[in-house]
């Protein structure tokens, strides 16, 4: 798969690449919009006390730094180390204006509107990309850090209240790894059981 051409054509093609586990468990288009959810207020009413042991409170939305990578080229890098790992086996072209809509479109059954609403606030706040997904699993690339170490812990709270399976084991371990994994981590992973 040539990735980085795929990525670069998408804006002229009004096709989005995406990698799938299994071509045919993906059948439906999505034809109608629903209710829109915003990112902040649907993440501020999940947060409980003791939500991310981090912060005792809703710290806000996590902040990226000023700079990153090439958010397609990032996305084509990626895309290639999950194709190489085995992850998926067949590539989607599918006619969304952002990849934050390609799991909605192709009626992935682990999206609703807040999960695509998070993924359209991390595309705009850390050029992330929908690169893959599977029956359980969705993989991202982000192009541009948080901040610092303070905003990756106020990110990991996020990606914490999006999927807490993935951080069901180990959760103390996680909550001191991961934020530090946010700096320089260019591949997201999230799974559900």
């Known amino acids: 798969m040539d990735g980085r051409r795929l990525y670069a054509e998408r804006t002229r093609t009004g096709l989005y ?11 439906g288009f999505n034809v109608g919009g629903n209710e ?13 006390p003791g939500s991310w042991p981090s912060f005792p409170q809703w710290p806000g939305l996590a902040v990226p730094a000023a700079t990153g990578l090439d958010p397609g080229a990032c996305a084509a890098e ?24 390609s799991p909605a479109t192709l009626h992935w059954p682990r999206t609703d509107d807040a999960l695509t609403a998070l993924l359209h606030s991390w595309q ?16 991202l690339s982000a192009a541009i850090p948080p901040k610092d170490l303070h905003e990756a812990h106020v990110l ?21 790894t991961y934020p530090q994994e946010l700096m320089t981590q260019r591949r997201w992973y999230f799974w559900w059981d």
Not at 36 to 48: E, F, I, M, N
Not at 78 to 101: S, Y
Not at 130 to 138: I, N, R
Not at 165 to 175: A, C, I, K, L
């Open 156 to 176: 990991a709270g996020e990606h914490y209240l999006a999927c807490p399976d993935v951080f069901h084991n180990n959760f103390d371990d996680w909550e001191n």
């Open 36 to 48: 829109p959810v915003d990112a902040a207020a649907y993440l501020r009413g999940q947060w409980k």
């Open 124 to 139: 705009d706040r850390f050029g992330a990309r929908v690169v893959a997904f599977m029956h359980g699993g969705l993989f």
């Open 78 to 101: 990626v895309a290639t180390g999950v194709v190489r790992e085995n992850w998926a086996r067949c590539l989607a072209l599918v006619e969304v204006e952002r990849g934050a809509d």
């Open 17 to 27: 690449p995406v990698l799938l586990e299994y071509c045919e468990d993906f059948s």
